[in-house]
């Protein structure tokens, strides 16, 4: 443990002197790893360690939240006393405070390598996509990894402890044309180390984000108009992460803000489409053990067959609304308290197979990579990048189009969906929300929306 049982006793008990309902330390030690490479050079290559604890006191629907940098018994006593003082409910005193037994999730046994190991990685993955040809203008390559070892405790008896290592390892591929210049972006992430990042898989991300580059140089502008899209697996779950697993928060519930509010027990999709959040799923980047309040992870059925079954939880806003934790309480660092946050969200499989979705399909756009895009989660209205993008004519593909957006309303889009694939693509990503980031992933099969206004040239 980060710390002894008896120091995160005595803390807790200080933190609780001044009234409230719940107390809680979340300690953690956290070794990153980070290496750039640009205009086919190594830029940066950074390591770094970060630790400290911060410490948060519920009391009725207020919250106090104190961090620090000094892991002593005293520095962490007086960032208890602060937070209760702050609470002033009262003179309580302090309180006896005794935890349950710890649940200590295993290490995970990964290959962490040396640095060069991991300059190796990125130099791989640029000459692999300077390869594809002339026209390659640019290659940035960055590799990040971190291990993060938490502990916490509350006043509740829970105490656990965790420890997370995840990679990543991001291409952006510039190629040009005259004065025509288009991008390609490929992303790996992943709870492993280098493990994650074989020689063949390294070369296949670089020569996958190339041939993206160039592939747009030579596509036609996207037209514009309502249409039927289909969207690849391989696309990831952007769509479900942004349009409707914000909206499935409890804190933006709690607040009014989601369109589903309210709506529990109710039909808010196609009875095709179910919602599931599942931290548990084997090395995938957002899996995790526990959450950051302690409880352990669980898999979360959102969204069964259309029908809205549940939000996602922390303790904080499960006190409120009288639920329990679904585990889902994450934060940053010990610099942030734990909000609702996503792990990996994804839609669940159907039983078609996506070559007949596009047959079946007589006109419209098919989708195989997502780019940026914004979301308003009290409407659900959105606005999307298409980053990779095709033409579906009489039932096929033919060619390949830039310059697409998707724009329309979540809830209406998933009600819409009337064809669901038998397979499914992950993808990775930083969320952010309330000015912290954490680590997702979101996936989907292939699907087919009958209608959504696209965004291109007329």
Not at 108 to 123: C, L
Not at 262 to 270: F, M, N, T
Not at 382 to 411: C, D, H, M, Q, W
Not at 434 to 440: K, S
Request: net charge neutral; aromatic share 4%; glycine share 12%.
């Amino acid at each position: 443990m980060l710390l002894t049982r008896s120091d995160v006793e005595v803390i807790l008990g200080e933190a609780l002197a001044g009234g409230g309902d719940l107390a809680e330390i979340f300690v953690e030690r956290r070794r990153t790893n980070t290496i750039s490479l640009e205009g086919e050079r190594i830029e940066k290559v950074n390591s770094g360690l970060d630790q400290g604890a911060g410490i948060r006191l519920l009391a009725g629907e207020s919250s106090i939240y104190v961090f620090t940098n000094d892991l002593s018994l005293a520095g962490l006593k007086t960032a208890a006393q602060t937070a209760a003082a702050a609470l002033a409910e009262g003179k309580a005193g302090r309180r006896l405070i005794r935890l349950g037994s710890a649940d200590d999730a295993p290490p995970p046994p990964v290959r962490k390598g040396d640095m060069r190991d991991k300059v190796a990685i990125v130099a791989a993955a640029e000459k692999e996509a300077r390869a594809a040809g002339d026209a390659i203008r640019q290659v940035m390559v960055s590799y990040g990894d971190n291990e993060q070892e938490i502990l916490v405790a509350n006043t509740n008896g829970r105490v656990a402890t965790d420890r997370r290592y995840r990679t990543t390892l991001v291409i952006n591929v510039v190629a040009g044309d005259g004065s025509n210049v288009q991008t390609g972006y490929e992303s790996l992430g992943g709870t492993q180390g280098l493990e994650l990042l074989s020689v063949d898989k390294v070369r296949e991300l670089g020569a996958r984000a190339a041939r993206r580059a160039l592939l747009l140089l030579r596509a036609r502008p996207a037209p514009a108009g309502r249409m039927a899209v289909v969207m690849a697996g391989e696309a990831g779950g952007t769509m479900i992460h942004e349009a409707c697993g914000h909206g499935l928060e409890a804190d933006i519930v709690g607040k009014e803000m989601s369109v589903y509010a309210g709506k529990l027990g109710q039909r808010v999709a196609s009875e095709l489409v179910t919602v599931i959040d599942d931290p548990t799923l084997p090395g995938k980047y957002g899996s995790y053990s526990c959450d950051d309040e302690g409880t352990p992870a669980q898999k979360t059925v959102l969204i069964e067959n259309g029908i809205l079954k549940t939000y996602m939880y922390d303790l904080e806003w499960a006190r409120r609304q009288g639920k329990s934790s679904t585990g889902n309480g994450r934060r940053q660092s010990f610099h942030f308290p734990p909000i609702p946050r996503m792990s990996n969200t994804y839609l669940a499989p159907g039983d078609v197979h996506p070559e007949e979705i596009i047959a079946r399909t007589e006109r419209g756009l098919l989708v195989k990579r997502m780019g940026g895009g914004q979301v308003n989660p009290t409407t659900g209205d959105f606005v999307f990048e298409v980053a990779e993008g095709y033409l579906i004519e009489r039932g096929k593909i033919t060619v390949p189009v830039r310059g697409a957006t998707l724009s329309g309303n979540g809830p209406q889009a998933l009600m819409a969906v009337d064809l669901v694939g038998n397979d499914l693509g992950f993808a990775i990503g930083t969320c952010g929300k309330d000015g912290q980031g954490v680590p997702v992933s979101d996936a989907q099969p292939t699907i087919r929306i009958p209608e959504l206004v696209v965004g291109g040239l007329l």
